[in-house]
């Protein structure tokens, strides 16, 4: 079994990996369409949110 540190070493690259990504898609405008939450919706400025 992975020791303590290990495991939050392994947390924070995982949620590291997923911040970027998201950050990534929201800088080149990728919409964020969650399951259930319809198409999405255009923002003042006609950019995404």
Not at 25 to 37: I, K, S
Request: net charge positive.
């Amino acid at each position: 079994m992975a020791t303590l540190r290990e495991r939050q070493l392994y947390r924070e690259r995982v949620l590291t990996a997923l911040y970027e990504a998201t950050e990534g898609n929201r800088l080149l405008g990728v919409p964020v369409v969650l399951p259930g939450a319809g198409r999405p919706r255009r923002a003042a400025g006609g950019f995404l949110r």
